[in-house]
């Protein structure tokens, strides 16, 4: 927004679980508003450490609310928190977390949103150019091809991807119009893991790429959600733009980083 100092901290900069530092550091600065992005996030080392995801998760989410009780919060939770057995969810449906990651998601959801000037923002996927190179979808799967990594990717797992770069801009949006509750931004595309590996093959030739058909129905492991594609209606009211189906964004070649 024009006019806004923006003081972007990495896990570098603050430990969200140093509560102290946390509370110094925001009565020092003093935010007009927050956007807290933090997270544990990848669901197997919640599932191996539900200790450590809870406190990343839901213990830095609470302090941070509270510190911000007075003035705007935007949080920023998952599709994930679905059991994934019906898809296109909007902002009423029922969650059903089946993670550990999930579970941290709906109870710090529930936190947040119990102040109304807050705001919780669900969304998918996220994809694009990361400073460490290994956080967007399509970065993850680029390491594993360089890495010579054949990925099995589910033609029966759907979700509704959506680039960084939309989701922020999105968000601005949402902030600049002082919209509290919760509010659905992912991608205006389902698709399955399997479509989402082609079309970021297709956009690098160079990464040589090897992936192969799987099924949820053959998998063992932590439980995963079939289709956790997500309606946003709500927030696409708001926005100046339409968010984007996620095969327009990936298009050959070196589609993506925008």
Known sequence: MPGTAVVPLTREDLDLTDFREVRDRFRRESPAMVIHCAALSRSPECQQNPGR??????????????????????????????????????????????????????????????????????????GGCSPTGDRGFDEQMLRAWQAGQTLR????????????????????ELARRSA????????A???SRWELGRLVAACHPEAEARFEPASLADYEGAPRSPDTSLNCGKAQQLLSFALPRISDWLRPPGGGCR
């Open 53 to 126: 995801a809870r406190a990343i998760n839901v213990g830095a989410t609470v302090l941070l609310a509270e510190l911000a009780a007075d003035r705007p919060f935007f949080f920023f939770s998952s599709d994930l928190v679905f059991d994934g057995r019906t898809g296109n969810y909007d902002e009423s449906a029922a969650v059903n977390p089946l993670t550990v990651y999930a579970e941290t998601k709906v109870e710090a959801e529930a936190f947040v949103l119990s102040n109304p000037r807050h705001t919780v923002i669900r969304t998918s996927l996220n």
């Open 153 to 172: 990717l589910f033609t029966d797992e759907f979700r509704c991807p959506i680039f960084a770069s939309v989701t922020a801009r999105a968000t601005w």
């Open 180 to 187: 509290a509750g919760l509010y659905h931004v992912a991608g």
């Open 189 to 191: 595309e389902r698709v």
